[in-house]
């Protein structure tokens, strides 16, 4: 008879294969076995009428991060970590940022020991390529990937981030001979800047006319243009933060084609609206993310893009500036929706959010919340099969939810270190009462039982999109072998 450490009794045991009332014991950090019935290990949970699920995998986050207009996040390892905990997560995958001049290999290196020292989850992160020189090229990412920093974010648009399409294309390159899986943010910079510069040049300067700025249209048509460039290599491709009816069509109809094409989104483009921003003052500011919040319409095409499975993630995006000078607000109530810090806070909420206003509803299933949450994830970022999943051999990273427990969101009551969130006085139904990472109980009924610095750093295997046998046209493998092993200054 194996002597389990932990037991968890009589739940109702959901993955995203599978819905069954039983008993979960481990061992070692470790699942040992899942069975309709299990003898009662050193310690036991009883979890009738609870939801028993995998740990929450927030792929999607900014944590200790500079932005490119020089603000710090609100939220460092140690906080960050914290609040996602308390939100039914197990593991974060926040980005180390590169800006320009920088080292990419300086800038992993650092964020790495920082995680190392603070977070009480365990991790990974994604790196942000804005300055793809020949070292970053030739040395820094393709040493990274091998160590298991799988995945890596580009973007399109913010003058000191942005890559041109050429640029594009050496990092798409990259990925595709090392094994990685670039991100993107698609947005055309050009039809922002445009708008905006007209705008401002009309005295309209107020928080609302940020979502004006960043047209649907400049989103629709950066996912085509990133969809397209991908196909030049045949590289799988991730766009994140969808918030359009358009940016979810290009995807569908690419991926209708066989392309291997994924995309993601996050509660604030299933639950804000442009409407939100255009209130008196500066208030807007607390809505101000990029993309912006859209329209019931392209609501209504993400909940449906969720539900057929053509945005296979759900993030929080979690952007965390505080209300400030030091954040949101850089000229005080004289701040013009161009110096706004560009970002909402999520993390805690990401779970519970996305539980009352999709499965409560009826939107969506169990083991759909369970994929959108963790599962899909792990598959995509290569953390899978020791995260996102209830099997044995994986990491006992256990979310026991009370799917009654109703909570209203206030700033006061949630972990992070922003001081607001944009979902003040929302109330939302079912919530994490127990979240377990590798056997461990972690947060029990409110309490924090995790140590600063325990979390482990997850080194990463091939993505899930790499991993499937895919043939590539002659032109590709053409394209894919003169692309030269040393790029030149």
């Given at each position: 008879?194996?002597?389990?450490?932990?037991?968890?009794?009589?739940?109702?045991?959901?993955?995203?294969?599978?819905?069954?009332?039983?008993?979960?014991?481990?061992?070692?950090?470790?699942?040992?076995?899942?069975?309709?019935?299990?003898?009662?290990?050193?310690?036991?949970?009883?979890?009738?009428?609870?939801?028993?699920?995998?740990?929450?995998?927030?792929?999607?986050?900014?944590?200790?991060?500079?932005?490119?207009?020089?603000?710090?996040?609100?939220?460092?390892?140690?906080?960050?970590?914290?609040?996602?905990?308390?939100?039914?997560?197990?593991?974060?995958?926040?980005?180390?940022?590169?800006h320009?001049?920088?080292?990419?290999?300086q800038?992993?290196?650092?964020?790495?020991?920082?995680?190392?020292?603070?977070?009480?989850?365990?991790?990974?992160?994604?790196?942000?390529?804005?300055?793809?020189?020949?070292?970053?090229?030739?040395?820094?990412?393709?040493?990274?990937?091998?160590?298991?920093?799988?995945?890596?974010?580009?973007?399109?648009?913010?003058?000191?981030?942005?890559?041109d399409?050429?640029?594009?294309?050496?990092?798409?390159?990259?990925?595709?001979?090392?094994?990685?899986?670039?991100?993107?943010?698609?947005?055309?910079?050009?039809?922002?800047?445009?708008?905006?510069?007209?705008?401002?040049?009309?005295?309209?300067?107020?928080?609302?006319?940020?979502?004006?700025?960043?047209?649907?249209?400049?989103?629709?048509?950066?996912?085509?243009?990133?969809?397209?460039?991908?196909?030049?290599?045949?590289?799988?491709?991730?766009?994140?933060?969808v918030?359009?009816?358009?940016?979810?069509?290009?995807?569908?109809?690419?991926?209708?084609?066989?392309?291997?094409?994924?995309?993601?989104?996050?509660?604030?483009?299933?639950l804000?609206?442009?409407?939100?921003?255009?209130?008196?003052?500066?208030?807007?500011?607390?809505?101000?993310c990029?993309?912006?919040?859209?329209?019931?319409?392209?609501?209504?095409?993400?909940?449906?893009?969720?539900?057929?499975?053509?945005?296979?993630l759900?993030?929080?995006?979690?952007?965390?500036?505080?209300?400030?000078?030091?954040?949101?607000?850089?000229?005080?109530?004289?701040?013009?929706?161009?110096?706004?810090?560009?970002?909402?806070?999520?993390?805690?909420?990401?779970?519970?959010?996305?539980?009352?206003?999709?499965?409560?509803?009826?939107?969506l299933?169990?083991?759909?919340?369970?994929?959108?949450?963790?599962?899909?994830?792990?598959?995509?970022?290569?953390?899978?099969?020791?995260?996102?999943?209830?099997?044995?051999?994986?990491?006992?990273?256990?979310?026991?939810?009370?799917?009654?427990?109703?909570?209203?969101l206030r700033?006061?009551?949630?972990?992070?270190?922003?001081?607001?969130?944009?979902?003040?006085?929302?109330?939302?139904?079912?919530w994490?009462?127990?979240?377990?990472?590798?056997?461990?109980?972690?947060?029990?009924?409110?309490?924090?039982?995790?140590?600063?610095?325990?979390?482990?750093?997850?080194?990463?295997?091939?993505?899930?999109?790499?991993?499937?046998?895919?043939?590539?046209?002659?032109?590709?493998a053409?394209?894919?072998?003169?692309?030269?092993?040393v790029?030149?200054?």
């Amino acid at each position: 008879m194996t002597d389990f450490d932990l037991t968890l009794h009589n739940g109702r045991i959901v993955t995203a294969e599978a819905d069954f009332i039983g008993d979960i014991g481990i061992v070692d950090g470790a699942i040992a076995a899942v069975s309709a019935k299990l003898p009662a290990g050193r310690r036991a949970i009883d979890a009738t009428g609870r939801l028993v699920m995998p740990g929450g995998i927030d792929s999607h986050c900014h944590v200790e991060q500079l932005s490119s207009m020089g603000v710090l996040c609100a939220d460092d390892w140690h906080s960050a970590s914290i609040s996602a905990a308390y939100g039914g997560n197990t593991t974060i995958v926040p980005f180390a940022a590169q800006h320009r001049g920088q080292s990419l290999r300086q800038v992993a290196d650092a964020y790495a020991a920082s995680a190392a020292e603070k977070s009480v989850i365990d991790y990974s992160y994604h790196l942000i390529v804005s300055d793809p020189t020949p070292d970053t090229l030739n040395r820094d990412l393709p040493e990274l990937i091998r160590a298991g920093i799988t995945s890596f974010k580009v973007f399109m648009t913010y003058d000191k981030l942005k890559l041109d399409d050429r640029q594009l294309l050496d990092v798409f390159a990259i990925a595709a001979r090392e094994g990685a899986l670039p991100m993107v943010h698609a947005e055309n910079n050009d039809v922002i800047s445009w708008i905006a510069r007209h705008l401002l040049a009309a005295g309209h300067k107020a928080p609302k006319y940020h979502a004006v700025s960043h047209d649907p249209i400049a989103e629709s048509e950066a996912t085509q243009r990133a969809i397209s460039l991908a196909a030049v290599l045949e590289v799988p491709v991730l766009i994140v933060h969808v918030s359009t009816q358009g940016g979810a069509q290009a995807i569908h109809a690419a991926q209708t084609l066989g392309a291997p094409v994924y995309g993601e989104t996050c509660p604030h483009y299933l639950l804000l609206t442009a409407e939100d921003i255009d209130i008196p003052g500066v208030e807007g500011a607390k809505f101000c993310c990029s993309p912006p919040p859209r329209d019931p319409v392209s609501q209504q095409a993400l909940w449906q893009s969720l539900d057929s499975g053509t945005l296979a993630l759900l993030s929080s995006d979690h952007a965390p500036y505080r209300y400030d000078e030091s954040g949101k607000l850089p000229a005080g109530d004289a701040t013009t929706f161009k110096q706004i810090a560009n970002g909402l806070p999520g993390l805690e909420v990401r779970m519970p959010l996305l539980f009352s206003e999709g499965v409560r509803s009826g939107r969506l299933s169990l083991q759909q919340f369970v994929a959108l949450t963790s599962t899909n994830h792990a598959r995509m970022y290569g953390l899978h099969p020791k995260k996102g999943t209830l099997s044995v051999g994986a990491d006992a990273d256990i979310a026991v939810w009370d799917p009654e427990k109703t909570v209203t969101l206030r700033a006061a009551g949630l972990h992070d270190a922003v001081g607001y969130t944009p979902y003040e006085g929302r109330q939302v139904t079912g919530w994490p009462t127990t979240v377990i990472s590798r056997g461990e109980v972690i947060v029990d009924d409110g309490v924090l039982r995790a140590e600063r610095g325990r979390g482990r750093f997850i080194a990463r295997g091939l993505p899930a999109p790499l991993q499937k046998t895919r043939e590539i046209s002659p032109r590709a493998a053409l394209l894919r072998k003169i692309f030269p092993a040393v790029i030149e200054p």
